[in-house]
């Protein structure tokens, strides 16, 4: 034990008469808090918000391994490993956690940047969602406990909460928010607004765009509040006011906005990120496995149901053991060529990679590929496409060959479904 945990051992303890067994635990918690050496923690989502302040933190007792997208861009330091990692990939995944204690999940489905700045509008028009609880939390007290939770063996297997001194409407945190930007805004209930009116309304008043606004706003139906089960004492509950923590937040904000004002005037950033999102295609499906079956099963079956499925359009052809060939009826060249990847896949995990077809961009550094994923101790499969580059427009690619496997992607789920009820 070190001299600055003999010293909060001694600030728990004092000179009190404690019983054995209390001074053990005490120790066990300082020990799971304080572990030998730096722990090396891998931390992703590193280079957003949460995951940058998180960054600064972890570094005064333990070595990162930061994981972001563009890793391989950044400088690393003494503390501060950069891997550039895609968490779509099972592949980038298990070499970005190589050699780490713990792991951090920072990730979200949303674009970054772009503010929902307080909606623009002198007259504001809430819909039944603004009513909905909610437990703000100051980034201060966010990181107290990530920081204290990781590495923490007393948390293990825990759900935890955590949530700020004050509970609260979204209307009411809106009000408070336009009192401290000394800002008046006239606030009207209706109980007609859906969710799905109130996402396009938010894309349209604030400019946000809308693959960051749908997910915010389909959030914003549910409770967000803290329950007492899921409360852990020295780590669920945050200090900091919500009006402290908001001006802090807009004080970082202005901060900001100054040292990047030049980026600020110009949503080319951000317009440059939502077209590189829409040069490759990302398309997820879960479907249940039947008793005993597993992703390899999944896999073989699927392509075995296709042609079956589409008799009178697809027809596919295996060339040796791995490559598979999709063809429609009558034509010589492949919509698609797929390559079963023996090496990486497990009864688990089945990977095919997309290495050609009239219907794929295949360029050097191409990843595409078809991955039947099956989640530990469940019969949950995830049928999912990743990095795909279709060859189409991508306006004609929306609206033809996108519907049509997400229609062959539900017709193979129900297939599934039926041989569960069935018992085959």
Same mark, same amino acid.
């Given at each position: 034990m070190n001299e600055q945990q003999r010293n909060d051992r001694q600030g728990r303890v004092g000179e009190q008469n404690r019983p054995e067994h209390e001074i053990r635990q005490v120790e066990r918690e300082l020990g799971a808090l304080y572990p030998k050496g730096r722990s090396r923690i891998a931390l992703t989502g590193a280079s957003g918000y949460i995951g940058h302040n998180l960054l600064q933190r972890l570094t005064e007792h333990a070595d990162v391994i930061a994981l972001s997208r563009s890793g391989d861009q950044r400088e690393n330091t003494e503390q501060v490993e950069w891997r550039s990692c895609d968490f779509f990939s !099972?592949?980038?995944?298990?070499? =970005? /956690?190589? =050699?780490?204690?713990?792991? &951090?999940?920072?990730?979200?489905? !949303?674009?970054? %940047?772009?503010?929902?700045?307080?909606?623009?509008l002198p007259v504001m028009v809430l819909p039944r969602w603004t009513r909905t609880k909610t437990h703000p939390i100051a980034l201060e007290d966010i990181l107290n406990a990530l920081d204290r939770s990781i590495g923490n063996r007393t948390l293990d297997e825990q759900i935890i909460d955590v949530g700020g001194p004050e509970v609260m409407t979204y209307r009411e945190m809106m009000q408070r928010?336009?009192?401290? !930007?000394?800002?008046?805004?006239?606030?009207?209930?209706?109980?007609?607004?859906?969710?799905?009116?109130?996402? /396009?309304w938010v894309t349209l008043v604030t400019g946000a765009p809308k693959e960051m606004a749908?997910?915010?706003?389909?959030?914003?139906? #549910?409770?967000? &509040?803290?329950?007492?089960?899921?409360?852990?004492?020295?780590? @669920?509950?945050?200090?900091?006011?919500?009006?402290? *923590?908001?001006?802090?937040?807009?004080?970082?904000?202005?901060?900001?906005?100054?040292?990047?004002? @030049?980026?600020?005037?110009?949503?080319?950033?951000?317009?440059?990120?939502?077209? @590189?999102?829409?040069?490759?295609?990302?398309?997820?499906?879960?479907?249940?496995?039947?008793?005993?079956?597993?992703?390899?099963? *999944? =896999?073989?079956?699927?392509?075995?149901?296709?042609?079956?499925?589409?008799? #009178?359009?697809?027809?596919?052809?295996?060339?040796?053991?791995?490559?598979?060939?999709?063809?429609?009826? =009558? %034509?010589?060249?492949?919509?698609?060529? !797929?390559?079963?990847?023996?090496?990486?896949?497990?009864?688990?995990? *089945?990977?095919?990679?997309?290495?050609?077809?009239?219907?794929?961009?295949?360029?050097?550094? #191409?990843?595409?590929?078809?991955?039947?994923?099956?989640?530990?101790?469940?019969?949950?499969?995830?049928?999912?496409? #990743?990095?795909?580059?279709p060859s189409l427009p991508w306006f004609i690619y929306k609206y033809t060959q996108a519907k049509v496997h997400l229609g062959v992607m539900y017709a193979f789920g129900k297939y599934v479904k039926r041989l569960i009820d069935t018992n085959v």
């Open positions: !099972m592949e980038d995944a298990n070499q =970005g /956690l190589q =050699g780490a204690d713990y792991a &951090v999940y920072l990730i979200h489905s !949303m674009l970054p %940047s772009a503010k929902l700045t307080l909606r623009r928010t336009a009192e401290i !930007m000394d800002k008046k805004r006239r606030f009207f209930n209706v109980p007609l607004l859906t969710i799905k009116l109130s996402r /396009l749908y997910p915010l706003i389909e959030s914003l139906a #549910h409770p967000m &509040v803290a329950q007492r089960k899921h409360k852990v004492q020295g780590i @669920s509950d945050g200090k900091i006011s919500f009006d402290k *923590a908001a001006r802090t937040s807009l004080e970082q904000e202005e901060e900001y906005r100054h040292k990047k004002n @030049s980026h600020s005037k110009s949503k080319k950033p951000l317009k440059s990120a939502i077209r @590189s999102l829409k040069s490759d295609v990302r398309s997820v499906q879960r479907i249940k496995l039947p008793p005993g079956k597993d992703a390899t099963w *999944a =896999g073989e079956r699927y392509l075995a149901w296709l042609p079956v499925f589409a008799k #009178h359009w697809v027809r596919v052809e295996t060339r040796g053991p791995d490559t598979y060939q999709l063809y429609l009826l =009558g %034509s010589r060249k492949p919509l698609l060529e !797929m390559i079963y990847d023996r090496a990486q896949s497990t009864s688990e995990f *089945a990977l095919y990679r997309i290495t050609g077809g009239t219907f794929a961009t295949v360029k050097e550094d #191409h990843r595409g590929r078809l991955e039947f994923l099956q989640i530990p101790g469940t019969n949950i499969c995830v049928v999912a496409i #990743h990095d795909y580059v």
